[in-house]
């Protein structure tokens, strides 16, 4: 899947997460399921539908900045276009030319960014990462704002496998 898909992609599911929806004709998010740190959640219809396992970050650095609100979600389309597919969604811009990194134990994975989103570039970087997920207990982002700011998180993985599973339940 080509970086201007992907990001098109991702951008019409958080549609409704960001703070004007882009049409009345969208739908809203349904919550599918919530399992421990992750709740799942669906929108559209037909091949149009997507389906998503998301959780915000149990601890944000620096804790002297306004992060905004920061999500780790991997999405399903019916359609196929997407299959749990892991983006990371920042509250501010970040800064494109240094890569976000995301990293569960001792594995790496590099995410491209564009505006206020980050990718993994790969398909099979995408499913190693979520494979560390299902098996990890946390994960970590590290980013850098637009502005300079060096930034981490971490995200709990408790309940993702579950989650994961229902995301692709909701989108057969």
């Given at each position: ?110 995410m491209y960014g564009s505006a206020n989103e980050a990718f993994i570039e790969s398909s099979s970087s995408e499913r190693a ?44």
């Amino acid at each position: 899947m080509t970086h201007t898909r992907k990001l098109l992609a991702v951008m019409a599911m958080l549609t409704p997460l960001c703070a004007a929806p882009i049409a009345q004709a969208q739908s809203k998010p349904k919550l599918e399921g919530t399992y421990t740190d992750w709740s799942v959640y669906s929108r559209g219809s037909g091949n149009n539908r997507t389906c998503y396992a998301l959780a915000k970050p149990k601890v944000l650095s620096p804790k002297s900045v306004n992060h905004g609100d920061i999500y780790f979600m991997v999405s399903n389309w019916k359609s196929g276009a997407a299959t749990e597919q892991p983006s990371f969604l920042a509250g501010y811009t970040l800064k494109t030319t240094r890569s976000a990194v995301a990293s569960v134990g001792s594995s790496k994975y590099t995410m491209y960014g564009s505006a206020n989103e980050a990718f993994i570039e790969s398909s099979s970087s995408e499913r190693a990462l979520v494979s560390k997920m299902r098996a990890g207990a946390t994960m970590k982002i590290k980013a850098v704002s637009a502005r300079g700011t060096q930034v981490s998180y971490q995200f709990s993985l408790k309940g993702i496998t579950a989650a994961l599973k229902r995301a692709k339940v909701a989108c057969r």
